[in-house]
């Protein structure tokens, strides 16, 4: 579903959220290692620090970048094509998957790369169902999914982050197609 003329709140606030964190960090450098995901955070109860490492950028000015420039066009482009909730929950959860992942495979560091898969993720389902010749509409959402059980096989804390905006992706379009149906039914008995 496009839906034009929707103001991007979801992306531009978590755009300047993400980049006023990334500015803090370099004028309060003690931020991101308080921040960040490590192992001790559990048995300390900093369990708010799986939400807080999505805030900081560990690997420097290179992540700042790539995530944010990330952030802005995956996020652009599932706000355009879905629901504010669908792109919280897309963000909001495929970040905690891949930090809940980088407790196990990757115990310390930090950034909203997972998060962003999240939503790229999200974005390759919509790809796939657009209604369109192009072969990149096939290409790129297959290349999407087997990037993901890769990185997940190779315990890199992005592959479950992609899955689960994938799977999140399916299953919305899953439940699109089911309505769709019911209404056509609806529609064929009662002569709409």
């Not at 003329?5 to 606030?13: A, D, E, N, R, V």
């Not at 290179?62 to 919280?88: C, D, K, P, T």
């Amino acid at each position: 579903m496009r839906r034009p003329g929707i103001f991007p709140w979801m992306t531009l606030g978590t755009f300047a959220a993400t980049a006023v964190f990334a500015a803090l960090q370099y004028a309060v450098p003690e931020l991101a290692p308080a921040f960040q995901r490590e192992p001790s955070m559990l048995s300390e109860g900093e369990i708010w620090r799986f939400i807080t490492a999505l805030l900081v950028q560990v690997d420097g000015l290179g992540q700042i970048a790539l995530n944010l420039v990330a952030l802005m066009v995956a996020g652009l482009y599932v706000e355009r094509h879905y629901s504010r909730f669908l792109w919280a929950l897309a963000y909001v959860g495929g970040g905690l998957i891949g930090e809940t992942a980088g407790i196990f495979w990757e115990p310390v560091g930090g950034g909203n790369s997972v998060a962003v898969l999240g939503l790229v993720g999200l974005g390759l389902v919509h790809l796939w169902r657009a209604a369109s010749p192009m072969p990149a509409r096939r290409f790129w959402p297959i290349i999407g999914s087997m990037l993901a059980v890769w990185l997940t096989a190779i315990h890199n804390i992005h592959g479950p982050s992609l899955l689960f905006g994938l799977i999140l992706g399916a299953g919305q379009y899953r439940r699109t197609a089911q309505d769709k149906g019911s209404n056509d039914r609806f529609s064929s008995r009662h002569g709409g």
